[in-house]
């Protein structure tokens, strides 16, 4: 046996795990529980590096906390609903049930093959009938306590997809996956309220300490809290107003036009009469209605001819315009605009020839700023009103507080706290997806399907010839009677959107078997929050905020009693390789270059060069890609496991390398080596007098428990790595002592720590070596190793040597060693010799383990 038979023995060991049932959540105990959670996948078709890393990061967590004496839940499932499975039916005739379900059980496999620790009796796929009937029956008590309703609302529509996307899903005012230019239509729609917990979802971020600040800060953002005001401007001669919102009612002077959305009321009024400027509405509308797309896009406006009379003084009007700039969605779709301050509004007011006037002046640079504003660069800064009747000389923050004070004296509006936040819209026009669970009557609206008509299951057959919603052109599955009054009716057609499923799955986990109900209340209780939730950074608003929403949201309807889902979350870094360029400009994969005679790179088969581009992330689109399987197959799971921890902390990007790898696999082998060929004492040998060698040694073996154990604790799994590789050298060092030698003893105790130590991280290998050590039992049940204190005590140290109070020299002593033994060394020191000149000193005070003072 001179060579580790990596596949037959993670085989075996995944095989032991299995049949010995060693990661099944236990019932509660007296033990404290932890829930450790990975984001779980989309059932692509094949594990990527990123789910290999996020995998590998989460088993580590859940395999140190089970040594460490917790309960540990550790389970994986699948959000299985989703486009792609729609698109492989429209392209390769298969039905996307079988596409997922196949996906699913060639996943599991890959998934298994890593070794991972989870309670597969947990598994959850949300396609199936028995996860999503609950969610429908969350929607409906959703409905019940107010927190769902339905509106007409302008969507992005995507005309390829034929589907809404998110503000997210528009990327340039193009549609994210078709490419298509997006445009904006008014449909019908379901919404959750999840402004109704605005201000909670903020407050609480405070509470999650365990939350990388990014990501908080990210969803504060989001959440987008501003004070501000509402007021209504007269028009002249209309006696409707306008009612605008503001978060700077302190530059009200300022104000030298009014402007409304495309979809503002008014602009529909007014365009009725008005061809120009429906057809202005009619182009807004082509635009996306995401931040950035508004952003980005030239700021355009359609002039009513309407005057608006400024609230403030009396006498001074100003334009209505419509402009593409203001949001029907934000606030209350119409605002003033204040060139000098705003810099949107200034590139407004400069195109269209409206002015502006400053009325904010900074302490200092006050030309500056003007000169500025004059150049068209609006001034956002602090400072002192000018130019703003009762205002002037007030603060920004003070001004703001008067301008809202008189606003409300005079009955036309009052200080609001608004929020860039907006409910969640959870129609789409999708096949593959749960069905809102709604039956509309032309007599009785929109009528909730009775809870005893649970699940509304997706129709099997159905057709993808036609583009659009096969729910829709199904020839019967829409057809039923009105629950209510038992007309001819029709079903909903609309699916949710897919972030509905991954809102609860934590919670299902809890207790996965309950058909008759979502989750066991004590259950989730138990388990609940998920002590470490892992997963990619592109999840740090949407699902985590949705996933918060809903906790609050199952609170309010008595399903469980906690508020946060996720105590502690970890967003893993990404994985980059270097990308290839062929000489004509395509892309290569890595395993399509290989070093050519001279060592460049070249191109497998023809030899021709190859142009080296830098790392990046891994991307199908730039072919950097390396498959894990293919990894796996060759190298192990462990090897891949220990290369994901090893070169850098798991919330940075990770480089992979050839190199990176090969050294994993060298290490995964010499640490086999060493425990397969050392020639030990038997197990439970008693210890030996040790030599100083010896001794010095075991005092590593107890240090490297310690520090990998802290390590493991603040998910520095990198130094982890880095300690145990050290650990191994030393011992490596050993050679091969006699068996009956202090040393052979301090090598045993140092294998079977390793083995221990590397439990979480190389857990096949962890097990092999375990029982190449003569151990009948499993690492996996084995409680994490204590260090020996006294074995960490620091054993020297350093002490000054002064004569006369000059340094003179310094020495290493034992700790605590006696004052006589630290009086004669320092008396030795060729220093001390020369200052004393000869003569003996006078007096020797020793400070122990500081200092020695000699005075001559
Ligand atoms: C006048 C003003 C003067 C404004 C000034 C800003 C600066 P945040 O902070 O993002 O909430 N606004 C209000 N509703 C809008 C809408 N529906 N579409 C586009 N813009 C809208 O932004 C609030 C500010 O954005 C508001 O304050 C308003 O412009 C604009 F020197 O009012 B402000
Ligand atoms: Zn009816």
Redesign the pocket.
């Given at each position: 046996t001179d060579r580790y038979n990596v596949k037959e023995t993670e085989a075996h060991w995944q095989k032991v795990w299995e049949e010995r049932d060693c990661f099944a959540a236990p019932p509660p105990s007296d033990r404290p529980k932890y829930y450790v959670l990975e984001m779980f996948p989309y059932p692509s078709g094949r594990i990527h590096m990123g789910h290999v890393r996020n995998y590998t990061l989460g088993d580590v967590v859940a395999r140190v906390k089970r040594a460490r004496g917790y309960d540990v839940l550790h389970p994986m499932g699948w959000d299985a609903f989703g486009l792609p499975a729609e698109n492989a039916a429209i392209q390769h005739g298969v039905h996307p049930a079988q596409w997922t379900r196949d996906n699913i059980a060639a996943m599991r496999t890959q998934l298994k093959s890593m070794g991972l620790s989870y309670d597969w009796t947990r598994e959850v796929a949300t396609c199936e009938p028995e996860y999503y009937r609950h969610e429908q029956k969350m929607f409906l008590d959703f409905l019940k306590a107010g927190l769902v309703y339905r509106k007409e609302s302008w969507v992005n529509w995507d005309p390829v997809e034929h589907t809404v996307l998110a503000n997210e899903q528009v990327i340039d005012g193009r549609g994210w996956r078709s490419g298509a230019l997006v445009e904006k239509r008014l449909l019908s729609q379901w919404f959750l309220k999840i402004t109704a917990f605005a201000q909670d979802l903020l407050d609480s971020l405070g509470t999650l300490e365990r939350w990388p600040e990014r990501v908080r800060l990210m969803q504060e953002n989001w959440i987008?809290r501003?004070e501000?005001a509402r007021l209504t401007f007269q028009v002249e001669g209309r006696t409707d107003g306008i009612e605008?919102?503001?978060?700077?009612?302190d530059?009200l002077f300022?104000?030298r036009f009014v402007a409304i959305?495309a979809n503002h009321p008014l602009a529909a009024e007014l365009a009725r009469d008005n061809p120009a400027l429906a057809a202005f509405i009619a182009e807004c509308n082509r635009m996306g209605t995401s931040e950035a797309a508004?952003e980005t896009a030239e700021k355009k406006g359609f002039d009513t001819g309407l005057k608006a009379r400024h609230p403030f003084e009396p006498g001074r009007t100003l334009p209505i315009h419509v402009a593409n700039?203001?949001?029907?969605?934000?606030?209350?779709?119409?605002?003033?605009?204040?060139p000098?301050?705003?810099q949107?509004?200034l590139d407004f007011a400069t195109k269209y020839g409206l002015g502006y006037a400053q009325v904010?002046e900074p302490a200092t640079e006050r030309e500056a700023a003007a000169a500025q504003i004059a150049a068209g660069t609006?001034f956002?800064g602090d400072g002192v009103l000018i130019n703003s009747g009762f205002l002037d000389g007030l603060a920004v923050e003070e001004a703001k507080k008067a301008a809202i004070a008189r606003i409300e004296q005079l009955g036309i509006g009052a200080g609001t706290v608004?929020y860039?936040l907006r409910d969640w819209g959870v129609s789409r026009q999708r096949y593959w997806g749960c069905p809102i669970p709604i039956v509309h009557c032309d007599t009785c609206g929109a009528v909730p399907v009775p809870e005893a008509d649970l699940p509304v299951r997706l129709p099997e057959d159905v057709s993808f010839d036609n583009p659009g919603n096969p729910l829709a052109h199904h020839p019967t599955w829409k057809d039923v009677a009105c629950p209510c009054c038992g007309r001819p009716a029709r079903r909903e057609t609309d699916t949710f959107d897919t972030f509905f499923e991954s809102s609860w799955y934590f919670a299902r986990y809890t207790s996965p078997d309950r058909a008759d109900i979502a989750f066991d209340r004590a259950a989730a209780e138990h388990w609940l929050p998920v002590d470490q939730y892992i997963g990619g950074i592109e999840h740090a608003v949407l699902h985590l905020l949705y996933s918060r929403f809903f906790t609050r949201a199952l609170r309010a309807c008595g399903y469980l009693d906690i508020k946060e889902p996720f105590a502690g979350l970890l967003t893993q870094g990404m994985i980059c390789h270097e990308t290839y360029k062929a000489a004509d400009g395509s892309w290569l994969f890595p395993s399509e270059v290989t070093s050519g005679a001279d060592g460049q790179p070249v191109r497998v088969g023809s030899g021709e060069p190859v142009t080296v581009g830098r790392s990046e992330k891994m991307s199908k689109s730039k072919k950097n890609v390396v498959d894990p399987a293919g990894i796996i197959d060759n190298y192990g799971a462990d090897t891949a496991r220990l290369f994901m921890l090893s070169d850098s902390p798991p919330d940075r990007d990770l480089d992979w390398t050839e190199a990176g790898i090969d050294g994993a696999w060298r290490y995964v082998n010499r640490l086999w080596r060493l425990a397969a060929t050392a020639d030990l004492p038997a197990p439970g040998t008693p210890m030996p007098e040790l030599g100083a060698a010896a001794a010095k040694l075991r005092r590593l073996v107890h240090k490297t428990i310690a520090q990998v154990g802290d390590d493991l604790d603040r998910f520095a799994f990198n130094k982890a790595v880095a300690r145990v590789r050290e650990l191994t050298n030393a011992l490596g060092e050993l050679g091969s002592p006699a068996p009956d030698s202090d040393s052979a003893w301090v090598l045993r105790e140092g294998l079977e720590v390793t083995a221990r130590l590397i439990g979480p991280m190389l857990p096949h290998l962890a097990e092999e070596m375990w029982s190449l050590l003569g151990h009948d039992s499993l690492i996996a049940e084995t409680p994490w190793p204590e260090a020996d204190p006294a074995l960490l005590v620091e054993d020297s140290v350093t002490v000054a040597v002064q004569v006369n109070g000059k340094l003179r020299a310094t020495i290493t002593l034992p700790k605590n060693a006696e004052p006589a033994l630290a009086e004669r060394t320092a008396l030795e020191q060729p220093g001390v010799v020369a200052a004393l000149a000869g003569k003996p000193p006078r007096k020797v005070v020793v400070v122990p383990n500081r200092i020695v003072n000699v005075v001559a």
């Open positions: 987008g501003s501000g605008i919102f503001t978060t700077r009612p530059t300022g104000a959305a508004i700039f203001v949001l029907m969605e934000y606030g209350t779709g119409a605002i003033f605009g204040c000098a301050h705003d949107r509004d904010v609006a956002t608004s860039r």
